[in-house]
């Protein structure tokens, strides 16, 4: 059984797709169709365009957010490895140094 390869798609492209349906002329099924992506995937992008411009529910993450919030968590996990490694040096060297007395 072979796994799809998760597609990937530009900002630009988000956004184009975005603005094609918020134009109005169009349903949310057909922009979706015609770009040859699913509902679903629109349907998220244009909720998410709606939070960036702050119309949407209260304590919603604008994209901008969300981004700081993964940098943060990627640096939070960066820093507990460090941590950890420093516990285990100290703990290696004090008793290295306790075995040479």
């Known amino acids: 059984m ?3 390869k998760r597609r990937t798609f530009t900002k630009e492209f988000m ?3 975005v603005q094609l349906y ?4 169009e349903s949310l ?16 992008w244009v909720r998410q365009a ?10 919603a993450l604008s994209t901008d957010e969300k981004a700081e919030v993964r ?3 990627r640096d939070n996990r960066r820093l507990r490895e460090e941590n950890e490694f420093l516990k285990k040096a100290t703990a ?3 008793k290295a140094q306790e075995n040479s007395k």
Do not use: M
């Open 2 to 4: 072979s796994k799809k």
């Open 15 to 17: 956004d184009e797709a």
């Open 22 to 25: 918020q134009s109005g002329s």
């Open 29 to 44: 099924t057909t922009v979706a169709r015609n770009l040859g992506i699913i509902e679903s995937s629109l349907r998220r």
């Open 50 to 59: 709606e939070i960036d411009k702050g119309k949407g529910p209260e304590g």
């Open 71 to 73: 940098r943060l968590k």
């Open 92 to 94: 290696y060297f004090a």
